[in-house]
């Protein structure tokens, strides 16, 4: 069983600076993509960052220049390195995995973390 593990979240003055971890325990070979999504109160959850296996990413325009979001695959690890944050930024971020493997496309989800983000 595949579990991704989130640490990092938090309150924080706007302006400020939070860094998210997220770790895939389990039987894993290798991880495709990984992504942080965000899904503040009374929205849709939303796609904030992704990483390929490679290292190519992108980004929301709302969080570009702002937000870095970067991977250690040797420890199937992904982090967002999140600066001059905002209140709008206040959310539950959720960390995403994929996978490919024997013709088939497996994802996973964390549990989520909280960040607040105080005016």
């Known amino acids: 069983q595949v579990q991704l593990v989130e640490s990092g979240g938090g309150l924080v003055q706007a302006g400020g600076s939070l860094t998210l971890s997220c770790a895939a325990k389990g039987p894993i070979i290798s991880l495709n993509d990984m992504n942080w999504y965000r899904q503040a109160l009374g929205k849709e959850r939303a796609l904030v960052a992704s990483i390929t296996s490679g290292g190519s990413t992108t980004y929301i325009d709302s969080v570009k220049g702002r937000f870095s979001i970067s991977r250690d695959n040797a420890k199937n690890t992904v982090f967002l390195q999140m600066n001059s944050l905002r209140p709008e930024d206040t959310a539950v971020y959720y960390c995403?995995?994929?996978?490919?493997?024997?013709?088939?496309?497996?994802?996973?989800w964390g549990q989520g973390t909280q960040v607040t983000v105080s005016s």
């Open positions: 995403n995995a994929l996978r490919h493997s024997v013709g088939s496309w497996f994802t996973y």
